[in-house]
């Protein structure tokens, strides 16, 4: 087998072991934007708007070039959006026995909610903001560091009035309510830079200290 001929066998394999995986991130993304359907139209889900590729020995085998956090480095490694196809792999491998409350699955919906937000028009920190507190909200499990507020906000809107319930269906009406009202107020903060400051600024009393 000549290098040409290796190459066009690995390329091939890949694809083999990606298109599963890329399917179940279609299904979910076709589930978040139902969930979405009040705010507006996410359009079809698209691999380029992510880093698609197969993690072997930590080495990453293969990179598109586009990705929507790509430049985002405060999570855990697992968050890294290299690591979206594995982590969607693991997350269905568990989901059998616990849905959507494992740490991939945390990981795969900050992916996936953020470029819905994206592509609903949010951007920047208001996008992952957002995309950090459905992700919060679907699964459970909280983001290691940043945009805490922003996720406690986004989890009491949310949840407000009903009981904390993480099994939600995305085509409820209550979800795609809540949801709807949350993306407006995610709105607000992006054409209101200093409302924005004000409602997440943090709720801690600084005392002083002698130093």
Excluded: H
């Amino acid at each position: 087998m000549d290098l040409e001929q290796l190459i066009q066998s690995e390329e091939n394999k890949n694809k083999q072991q990606l298109e599963p995986t890329l399917q179940i991130a279609e299904k979910e993304w076709n589930l978040i934007r139902e969930s979405l359907s009040l705010c507006g139209d996410i359009g079809e889900f698209s691999k380029q708007d992510f880093m698609i590729g197969i993690i072997e020995e930590d080495v990453i085998i293969r990179l598109p070039k586009i990705s929507p956090t790509k430049s985002v480095s405060f999570y855990a490694p697992t968050f890294y959006p290299m690591y979206f196809i594995k982590n969607i792999k693991t997350m269905n491998e568990k989901f059998e026995e616990k849905g959507y409350r494992t740490t991939e699955a945390l990981y795969c919906f900050i992916e996936l909610a953020t470029m819905a937000s994206d592509r609903l028009g949010l951007r920047g920190t208001i996008s992952m903001a957002f995309g950090v507190g459905y992700a919060n909200v679907r699964t459970g499990w909280i983001a290691e560091k940043g945009l805490q507020r922003e996720r406690e906000i986004f989890e009491k809107m949310f949840f407000e009035g009903k009981f904390k319930n993480y099994d939600w269906e995305c085509d409820w009406t209550s979800v795609k309510g809540a949801l709807k009202q949350i993306f407006e107020k995610f709105k607000s903060w992006q054409e209101d830079d200093v409302l924005y400051k004000e409602q997440t600024a943090s709720n801690k009393i600084v005392k002083p200290m002698l130093v």
